[in-house]
């Protein structure tokens, strides 16, 4: 029999690519946790099957244990001293067990990770998963590509290399240090402040070694901005007319500060009338033509000149990447290496109808090497590798191919060429000139025509020569402040200063973004919101090293050294924890002097809101404050309560809940197949019966997005036994998509429906019912709850007239009849029966035995690359 191959990529588009290339078109494909494509074929001279699957990303991320997850519970200081341990980033796609599995009797694994340090420290998650070690009798390679093309692909084949375990650690580095240091300062400052203020727009207020000196570059600017004085100038500015051409001539002072000062020199030259040509000069310029694209280039021109944020400028080209159109689109090179096929990709370009032509032109005369850049040692430059049109890409990443390809071409394209003119003139002793531009080549501006010169035509002079001014004007200005920071400025920043790589810069302005501390306005120019800004100068204020490049760019340094095998990973990642343990201690102590900033610019909790609901402790009704994150605040008792977020909040008839005597609310969730569930504030952040998540399948950290933070029980998830809202009374049978519970939607009339209180199952019951409620009665065939309908007088489908009908909307025959259902399959009576839910309080069904105020779930932010 065969030997085995097990080659692992990195998402399945590339190992669809990798097996189609070496198998020539020739192989079965099966469905696993993502596919695996087998072949026969011949590896180092033997011949084998190989199996191609594929890894989606990171298989691991890093997490606290269990019993540092409650915010309540575990002080943020201790941890930093914490143990952490790697949990499946996907633990619904099963990657670690199809990995094992496809494993099995293979004796090579070869690694076909994206080669940066990401797709390193992936290859070693992979051989951990598959059982593999290096350097032990079943064998570990590594393929190291900058592209999916056949010629890479081939190549990469022959030179197999061993994975480089220096650079994966160096990943494990900092997503400990990313994971400790994040996380503790967020839950300090969330608790803190969220806890004091109702107008605090932010989920979370969280810290990043990356991200918060990146908010910081662009508060800084605002700084600049806001404290800026303009000040008055004056210029003078003469005109001339020469052989029907009018101009303005340049003053070599530019301009003065004295308005008096420039009014005697306006004065002067007009008393004098005549310009005098004192010189003329001609000069050859040359505008070079560009080196080859890195990521961060390519990022910086995507805002300015595409209007394409980061984010989304670097999934467009991981698309590219993926579809085999661009080269690997995260390198810090820009230099090609001497071997880099030139011919080759201009041939593979040559037909495209919108440059096909320049590259004839190009390949007939002859292009040129590129300029010599940065050899980062990593990638090649971004460069095309195979044509594509618009019809195939779409508009938006048409656009960016087409500027990847523009930029190769101007790479080896002739500089630009252009003679450059300057005509001096004197008058009343003080100095002009005027300068005239004159493209004699254009170049690689041809291909790139944004970049090329200005031509400005000039009369001819002659030196000696003297001209009557026909008017001398005094211009007044003002001095302006700089504008925000662009996009584009803020990645130069980062990029000079070591803040993020080029495969996380594009993540830390986007987490900026998406926390509130900035926002995106027109021309993509980032204006920092006042928390932003509060944050910072808080900072500022308390240790200005939190918000400062310096010490993110040391632990990059320290970083590096691991990933050349230079530096202990452990060593380093216990100095930077415990310079930030203290520097996290600190700031604790001093945590006043930020308060006072948020005091000036936020409202307390006690002046913000609308009273909504009675709290059932104190029977004062509490305050709904709506800002993000929404929550009920009682102000006799000092508690904040969360409630489901993104959702219309609303008092449910005044009801009151049996288990504490909070008045209900109702929550509905936007979009016409949104659910309206109802729920006890009280009971939704301290659910009072263990296990809710064990038995139905919520998340209490609110993972999915629908409930939001602080989610725990709403009435559609409590197992009351007597509760008219609970799920015992208001289920109704199981659901036909998951285990779920079909409950009544007591408020949907006269839509009325059933919801799932798991997934997003619908079913649209009789429409047009005055009502429609449970009963206690279970039907014999298949055990779901009974319901009864009083239909419509003028509607009914009963016969003589009859409106109430009872029976199980499953075996009932016209029930049944009268049902539909939305995202899910066929609903018939084979979906079961509702399973028998069984819930024990803490201290038995009433009791809420020892419960103490709210439960600060972590949410779980992904703090690696910050």
Same mark, same amino acid.
């Given at each position: ?6 080659m692992?990529a ?5 190992a669809l690519?990798?097996?189609?290339v070496? +198998?020539?078109g020739?192989m079965?494909t099966?469905?696993?946790s ?23 990303g990171?298989?691991f991320s890093v997490?606290?244990?269990a019993?540092?997850q409650d915010?309540t ?7 930093f001293?914490a143990?952490?341990?790697k949990?499946?980033?996907n633990?619904?796609a099963h990657?670690?067990?199809?990995l094992?599995?496809?494993a099995?009797? %293979?004796s090579?694994?070869?690694?076909w ?9 992936i ?21 190291r590509?900058?592209?999916v ?10 030179n ?9 650690l ?10 400790k ?7 300090f ?13 932010s ?16 508060v800084?600017?605002?700084l ?6 303009p000040?008055k100038?004056w210029?003078?500015?003469p005109y001339?007319i020469?052989k ?8 070599e002072?530019?301009k ?10 306006q ?7 005549i310009?005098e040509?004192?010189g003329?000069?001609e000069?050859q ?5 560009p ?11 995507a ?10 400028a670097m999934?467009l080209?991981?698309?590219l990447?993926?579809q ?6 995260r ?9 880099f096929?030139f ?5 593979a370009?040559?037909?495209n109808p919108a440059?096909?032509s320049y590259?004839?032109t ?18 090649p430059?971004?460069?095309?590798m ?14 960016l191919y087409q ?6 071409l101007?790479t080896i ?11 001096? #003139? ?7 000139h005027c300068?005239?531009? %004159?493209?004699?080549?254009k170049?690689?501006?041809s291909?790139m ?8 035509n ?18 007044e200005g ?6 925000y @920071?662009?996009? +584009?400025e803020?990645?130069s ?23 509130n501390?900035?926002?995106?306005q ?6 920092p ?21 310096d010490?993110r760019?040391f ?8 990933a ?5 990973h ?9 310079q930030?343990k ?12 930020m308060d006072?900033l948020?005091?000036?610019? #936020?409202?307390?909790?006690?002046d913000?809101?609308?009273?909504? +609901?009675?709290c059932?402790?104190?029977l004062r ?7 993000q ?8 008792c ?5 409630v489901p ?10 009801l009151?809940?049996? @288990? ?12 016409p197949q949104?659910k ?9 952040n301290?659910p009072p019966f ?5 038995l139905?399948g919520a998340?209490?950290?609110?993972g999915?997005?629908?409930l ?5 029980m709403?009435c ?11 799920v015992i009374?208001?289920?109704v049978?199981?659901?036909?998509e ?12 006269p ?12 079913v ?7 009502r ?9 065939? %298949?055990d779901s709850?009974?319901?009864e309908?009083?239909?419509?007088k003028?509607t ?12 199980c909307?499953l075996c009932?025959? @016209?029930?049944?009849s009268?049902?539909?259902m939305?995202?899910g399959?066929y ?11 069984r ?7 009433g ?7 709210r ?6 932010m ?5």
């Amino acid at each position: 029999m065969a030997p085995k191959v097990l080659m692992v990529a990195e998402k399945p588009s590339i190992a669809l690519s990798i097996a189609s290339v070496l +198998s020539g078109g020739r192989m079965s494909t099966r469905r696993g946790s993502t596919e695996v494509h087998e072949f026969d074929g011949t590896f180092q001279g033997f011949h084998v099957h190989y199996k191609v699957t594929s890894v989606i990303g990171h298989v691991f991320s890093v997490e606290f244990p269990a019993n540092f997850q409650d915010w309540t519970v575990t002080d943020p200081l201790d941890l930093f001293e914490a143990p952490i341990h790697k949990v499946e980033s996907n633990p619904k796609a099963h990657i670690g067990r199809h990995l094992s599995q496809e494993a099995q009797g %293979c004796s090579h694994l070869v690694l076909w990770l994206d080669c940066d340090r990401e797709g390193e420290n992936i290859c070693f998650e992979v051989i951990e998963c598959t059982g593999f070690r290096v350097n032990n009798s079943r064998r570990v390679y590594r393929a190291r590509f900058s592209s999916v093309t056949e010629k890479d692909i081939t190549k990469a084949m022959s030179n197999l290399v061993e994975p480089n375990k220096h650079e994966a650690l160096a990943v494990d580095a900092r997503q400990e240090i990313d994971l400790k240091v994040g996380v503790a300062f967020t839950r300090f400052q969330t608790n803190y402040f969220q806890g004091k203020y109702g107008n605090l727009d932010s989920r979370v207020i969280s810290y990043g070694p990356c991200q918060t000196p990146t908010l910081g570059f662009c508060v800084q600017r605002y700084l600049q901005i806001t404290t800026f004085k303009p000040e008055k100038f004056w210029a003078v500015q003469p005109y001339i007319i020469q052989k029907g051409y009018e101009l303005k001539l340049e003053w070599e002072r530019n301009k003065l500060f004295d308005s008096d000062v420039a009014g005697m020199f306006q004065k002067l030259i007009m008393e004098d009338g005549i310009v005098e040509v004192t010189g003329i000069s001609e000069k050859q310029e040359c505008k070079t033509r560009p080196s080859g694209l890195n990521t961060v280039n390519l990022l910086k021109v995507a805002s300015s000149a595409l209007g394409f944020g980061p984010q989304l400028a670097m999934q467009l080209a991981e698309r590219l990447y993926t579809q085999g159109f661009i080269s690997y689109p995260r390198t810090e090179s820009t230099s090609y290496p001497s071997s880099f096929d030139f011919r080759g990709t201009l041939e593979a370009l040559v037909k495209n109808p919108a440059w096909g032509s320049y590259i004839q032109t190009l390949l007939a005369d002859g292009y040129l090497k590129p300029r010599s850049g940065t050899d980062a040692g990593d990638h090649p430059p971004i460069t095309p590798m195979c044509s594509a049109t618009e019809d195939m890409l779409g508009t938006d990443a048409w656009r960016l191919y087409q500027y990847v390809c523009q930029h190769f071409l101007g790479t080896i394209s002739p500089d630009c060429k252009y003679l450059r003119t300057k005509i001096e #003139f004197s008058v009343a002793e003080e100095i002009f000139h005027c300068i005239g531009q %004159c493209v004699t080549i254009k170049g690689f501006t041809s291909i790139m025509p944004w970049l090329g010169v200005n031509e400005t035509n000039l009369p001819q002079f002659t030196k000696g020569e003297k001209i009557e001014i026909s008017k001398v004007d005094l211009y007044e200005g003002k001095t302006v402040p700089p504008d925000y @920071l662009s996009e +584009s400025e803020l990645i130069s920043l980062m990029e000079k200063h070591g803040i993020g790589t080029d495969a996380s810069i594009s993540v830390h302005i986007n987490n900026i973004c998406e926390r509130n501390y900035v926002q995106v306005q027109a021309g993509r120019k980032l204006v920092p919101t006042p928390l932003g800004i509060s944050l910072i100068r808080g900072y500022q204020c308390i240790d200005p090293d939190l918000c400062l490049p310096d010490i993110r760019s040391f632990i990059e340094q320290q970083i590096t050294l691991v990933a050349n095998g230079q530096a202990n990973h452990s060593l380093v990642v216990q100095h930077v924890i415990q310079q930030f343990k203290r520097k996290f201690s600190y700031f604790v102590k001093q945590i006043d002097e930020m308060d006072a900033l948020f005091e000036a610019q #936020f409202s307390p909790l006690s002046d913000s809101g609308r009273l909504l +609901s009675k709290c059932g402790k104190c029977l004062r009704y509490m305050k709904f404050i709506s800002s993000q994150p929404s929550r009920l605040y009682c102000g006799t008792c000092e508690e904040v309560y969360y409630v489901p977020q993104n959702g219309a909040i609303k008092l449910y008839k005044e009801l009151a809940c049996p @288990l504490d005597n909070f008045e209900l609310l109702i929550c509905s969730l936007p979009g016409p197949q949104g659910k309206t569930f109802s729920f006890c504030p009280y009971c939704y952040n301290s659910p009072p019966f263990e296990g809710i998540d064990t038995l139905f399948g919520a998340s209490k950290a609110g993972g999915s997005g629908k409930l939001g933070k602080g989610a725990g029980m709403p009435c559609f998830l409590c197992p009351h036994p007597t509760c008219q809202h609970s799920v015992i009374a208001q289920g109704v049978c199981g659901c036909p998509e998951c285990n779920g519970t079909l409950v009544l939607d007591p408020v949907s009339a006269p839509k009325w429906r059933l919801y799932c209180n798991t997934c997003n199952c619908l079913v649209f019951l009789p429409e047009g019912a005055h009502r429609i409620s449970t009963t206690k009665e279970r039907c014999s065939e %298949c055990d779901s709850i009974i319901i009864e309908v009083d239909f419509n007088k003028k509607t009914t489908p009963l016969k003589d007239g009859a409106t109430l009908h009872i029976g199980c909307i499953l075996c009932d025959e @016209l029930l049944h009849s009268l049902v539909e259902m939305k995202h899910g399959k066929y609903f018939s009576k084979r979906m079961g029966g509702r399973g028998r839910m069984r819930g024990k309080g803490r201290s038995g069904y009433g009791g809420r035995g020892g419960r103490g105020g709210r439960k600060l779930e972590d949410p779980k932010m992904s703090f690696r690359g910050f």
